[in-house]
């Protein structure tokens, strides 16, 4: 493995690519952490520090604010994150298998494609503006949008008249969403891996250095503190392993399907004859059941709690209670969620008629299975046993944060990477990030980071689909650019802390 690493340098244009790529990603962390002009994030980050212990992370904004790399909390310029960018391009996905017009703009080729991602971006500023202007207006009263907040414990978010706040706050924002749009397209077509994946995944990781602090006070707590024993420090790290492992296998696990082509004559040449197979995901759905389920169950507590309030109804709000996270009410409606939604997403993205006949087009078929519509049944009995099993392996790895953070009293920043979301995204991205450099390494005649079982999804052709590496001088410049704006952010955090103290 290492030296494979040592060898993706070698090569001038992976090298390129990997370079532009931690580039991109540092500017992205920039705007992650450049305040708006009039906001004083202190109050919201010292809310979340005191809410962070009792499972507030884990609550719609918390979840948010993770998507954003932590710059909903910073009041920064991408608060807003990617998140609009993905919604549009969720919506369009979904729309495409209901509006027949963007159907056939899909099917379309290069050009359909492209006149779809137009929409999307479209689509992308018109969230932007509205989810930018509601978070405005809910930080003018926060405890709106932040359960618990009070002005006069932690102060107030905005310093400056509401209106002109208003305005340049939602230009600002805008322009931090498309920034992180447009650097998620260079890097995938420029640098290495899925752009706007590696912008979440690298938000996520942001929170790793603070999750390994705590994960020593948990361990190494001071004379007279609660510290957690060795023995629990053993199993954490037997099941972190587990689970890593167990993400690896359902992420990359598939039922390959066998299909046979029949031999046919073209003029004097005889076409097909070869044996191929279908693959399967276990995990088709991928994370988004688990997104769209932690979402839902947010509204009906909220709703029950206020009504319950307001008429004064204690065994409403002592039923909204119960549909917080650490109730066995809550954990059922999550698990009946996730297995809709993971059906759900499957029914409208997998299309097994589709499938069926575009092999009967080529001439293929499944051994033992007859074409066409037995074909499509077929699949489509394949895919509902499969979706089952990937269904019940995403409740248990969003359950597992839960058991540490409620049983061991383990912080929510530390058990977020024991499974849940964030962990499903990481190992998801980082796999596919490598099966590219891998790819790349293979080409070239270099060992890769597999040995045995090599990654062979990603196909020499979808790798050459990218667009051309940046030259290594422009890299290069680009590189001492953001070099001088590391040192200079060194240099005013360093005088801002000596100052403090």
Known sequence: MFSAFTNSLKIPELRSRIFYTLALLFVARVGANIPLPGIDPKPLQDFFTAQTANGAAGSAMGLYNMFTGGALIKGAICALGIMPYISASIIFQLMTAVVPTLSRLQQEGDVGRQKLTQYTRYATVAICVVQGALLIL????????????????????????????????????????????????????????????????????????????????????????????????????????VVTMGIIMVVQGQRKIPVQYAKRVVGNKVMGGQSSFLPLKVNYSGVMPVIFASAILLFPQQILSSLGAAMKWNWLVEFSSGLLRGHWTYYTGYTVLILFFSYFWVSVMFKPIQIADDLKKYGGYIPGVRPGE??????????????????????????????LLFNLSVPQRVAAFFGGTGMLINIGVILDTMRQIETFLLQRHYDGFLKKGRVRSRSAASVGSVGDAADLKAVARLWAVLGFLFLLGMAAWTIKYVQAH
């Open 138 to 241: 809910a930080l003018e009263n926060p405890a709106r949008l932040f359960p618990g907040y009070s002005i006069e414990q932690y102060g107030a978010i905005i310093t400056v008249p509401k209106v002109w706040f208003l305005t340049t706050s939602v230009v600002f924002m805008t322009a931090g969403t498309l920034l992180l749009m447009w650097l998620g397209e260079q890097i995938t077509q420029r640098g290495i891996g899925n752009g706007v994946s590696l912008l979440i995944t690298v938000g996520i990781l942001a929170d790793f250095p603070g999750a390994m602090a705590a994960t020593y006070h948990l361990f190494f707590a001071p004379i007279g503190v609660a510290r957690l024993g060795p023995p629990i420090a053993i199993a954490m790290i037997v099941l972190f392993l």
């Open 374 to 403: 037995p074909t499509a049944s077929f699949l489509d009995f394949i895919m509902t046993r499969l979706t089952l099993a990937g269904a019940i392996f995403l409740t248990v790895i969003a359950v597992i944060p839960d058991v």
